[in-house]
Nanobody, 121 residues
Framework: QVQLVESGGGLVQAGGSLRLSCVAS????????MGWYRQAPGKQRELVAG???????NYTDSVKGRFTISRDNAKNTVYLQMNSLKPEDTAVYYC???????????????WGQGTQVTVSS
């Protein structure tokens, strides 16, 4: 089994910063990509930032220049540094990983349980 555990969410004022972390553990042979999605009330889940094992990254337009995704491959961990936060960034943030299991060398996609980020104006 594989678990993705997020941490670092909370309440912050507009203009502030938060750093989210997500650790993957379990029957993992290789992690190909890890990323962050978010879902605000009444809206669809959207990709915020994604990163591959070789360092390629991509961001949704609304967070470019404010958010930075990074990975520690040795620790199976992905981070999301969020600066200059805005009220519209308020959402539940989910960690996502596409990985290969050691048991069968097949690729699967896993999700974390989500962490709430609330930005007050």
């Amino acid at each position: 089994q594989v678990q993705l555990v997020e941490s670092g969410g909370g309440l912050v004022q507009a203009g502030g910063s938060l750093r989210l972390s997500c650790v993957a553990s379990g029957n993992i042979f290789r992690i190909d990509s890890m990323g962050w999605y978010r879902q605000a009330p009444g809206k669809q889940r959207e990709l915020v930032a994604g990163g591959t094992s070789i360092g390629d990254t991509n961001y949704t337009d609304s967070v470019k220049g404010r958010f930075t995704i990074s990975r520690d491959n040795a620790k199976n961990t992905v981070y999301l540094q969020m600066n200059s936060l805005k009220p519209e960034d308020t959402a539940v943030y989910y960690c996502n990983a596409e990985l290969m299991l050691s048991s069968n060398l097949r690729k699967y996609m896993y999700w974390g349980q989500g962490t709430q980020v609330t930005v007050s104006s």
